[in-house]
């Protein structure tokens, strides 16, 4: 078959164009990269914002039917590799709750409450735990903020105003800071800080970058959606955490309708989705975590049968989230501790080893056909405070379990270290 020379170079240059698209841009681009994770089953084209659940990191909340009235947020399962980024979703997307006119702006906060920005009415609209339909939306021209708004996000701790919400406008491109007050019924009412940042590109979806990451001195960025110029930027922030204008960056460029964002809480990576007929969710890779590290230390005491009890954390171990601990392999029916302390022990004891200096002490009795060996199972969770003092804090685990099978009559699990971010 041959080819025109119009039509050769017509595949040359959507070859250039695709090649150019979704760029990290100098310095960025030697530890950053962008993967295209594909549009979600079952959510309706055009995509607005997307969020992270707390304890819930396989599924990805995503705006569907952005900026009509028949506008929801869908619960999408994804689907994880190795070294657990997101490459894909492992089903159709179910639908959790009516959001009419959602925008790029969605985001869980105080009380499970998703708060979601509103286009083109300019309101903040919030879906209460349990709700199908939004419960309460706060119009917010008369507070100060003019035109519609385009995004969200709650200042992480560790940065300036850390807990206040701040408030993109998708109209203005200004960054706006505001406080919520429970309002009696589950929901919240706002009030605006006077004062904005004047920034550009109609703005989406934005996040602070997470402490650790290449090229990013620790809590001084803030990273912007620019719908009109098809970019991720970043700003150095001010005592306020809002960005300084002159600081711009270019991080990413080459995008179509860049929309919503979200923080993946087990990598740290950000994904965002894009806005119209080509409708997709694009990962970039290479931030920090958010969750805490995990790393074992010390020996176990084996118990009944010579099963050795383990202790495991699952879901992301960070302020503000709610991680479960897990214990397995114990002896059925067992009564025991889980200890949990600030400091790591080596006392010798029974036969093993005192791995914490407990501070916390929580009685349980593990779950399983009582005397079977091997068969025991806990689980509880805690959550973690969102407390700035926390951060860069090491915390100790360890079970231990009375069992009449164990040689000495005890068992012990081996311990886990865990650091807040």
Not at 59 to 82: C, F, I, W
Not at 133 to 139: F, G, L, N, P, W
Not at 254 to 259: D, P, S
Not at 300 to 324: E, H
């Amino acid at each position: 078959m041959t080819t025109s020379p119009f039509l050769s170079w017509f595949l040359i240059a959507v070859a250039a164009g695709s090649a150019a698209a979704q760029t990290v841009q100098p310095p960025y681009s030697g530890h950053y990269s962008a993967v295209n994770v594909g549009m979600p089953a079952g959510v309706p084209a055009p995509l607005g914002g997307l969020a992270f659940r707390n304890g819930e990191p396989g599924v990805l909340y995503v705006g569907g039917a952005a900026n009509k009235a028949t506008a929801a947020v869908y619960k999408v399962p994804v689907v994880r590799d190795a070294q657990n980024h997101i490459t894909g979703f492992a089903g159709a997307g179910v639908k959790f709750a009516d959001a009419p006119n959602l925008d790029g702006g969605l985001q869980f906060g105080p009380g499970g409450v998703l708060f979601f920005t509103r286009y083109p009415m300019n309101e903040l609209g919030m879906i209460k735990p349990g709700s199908a339909a939004m419960d309460k939306s706060v119009a917010l021209t008369g507070l100060g903020i003019p035109g519609s708004l385009g995004s969200l996000t709650f200042v992480p701790a560790g940065f300036p105003n850390a807990g206040r919400l701040k408030l993109a406008s998708f109209t203005t491109s200004r960054v706006h800071t505001a406080s919520l007050v429970a309002d009696g019924n589950g929901t919240f009412d706002v009030t605006v800080a006077p004062g904005f940042a004047q920034i550009q590109g109609a703005l989406e979806g934005c996040f602070y970058v997470a402490p650790d990451s290449p090229l990013f001195p620790n809590f001084t960025r803030m990273m912007f959606a620019e719908y009109n110029n098809g970019a991720l930027t970043v700003y150095t922030i001010d005592a306020n955490g809002d960005p300084i204008p002159a600081t711009r960056q270019v991080f990413l460029s080459g995008l179509n309708g860049v929309e919503g964002a979200a923080i993946d809480p087990l990598t740290g990576d950000f994904l965002f989705s894009t806005f119209g007929a080509n409708s997709r969710v694009i990962a970039v890779r290479g931030f920090a975590t958010v969750c805490g590290t995990v790393a074992r230390y010390g020996q176990g005491l084996s118990g009944s049968g010579g099963f050795v009890p383990r202790i495991d954390t699952l879901g992301c171990f960070a302020r503000n989230q709610t991680p479960s601990f897990a214990v397995s392999q114990g002896r059925g029916g067992a009564p025991g501790v889980l200890l949990f302390g600030f400091q790591q022990a080596g006392l010798p004891l029974f036969g093993g080893t005192l791995l914490v200096t407990p501070f916390v002490v929580i009685d349980h009795v593990l779950a399983g056909t009582s005397g079977q060996p091997g068969a025991g199972t806990f689980q509880v969770e805690i959550a973690v405070p969102n407390d700035l003092n926390l951060l860069n804090t090491d915390f100790f685990f360890q079970a231990a379990y009375l069992d009449p099978g164990a040689p000495q009559g005890v068992s012990f699990t081996g311990g886990i270290r865990l650091d807040v971010r």
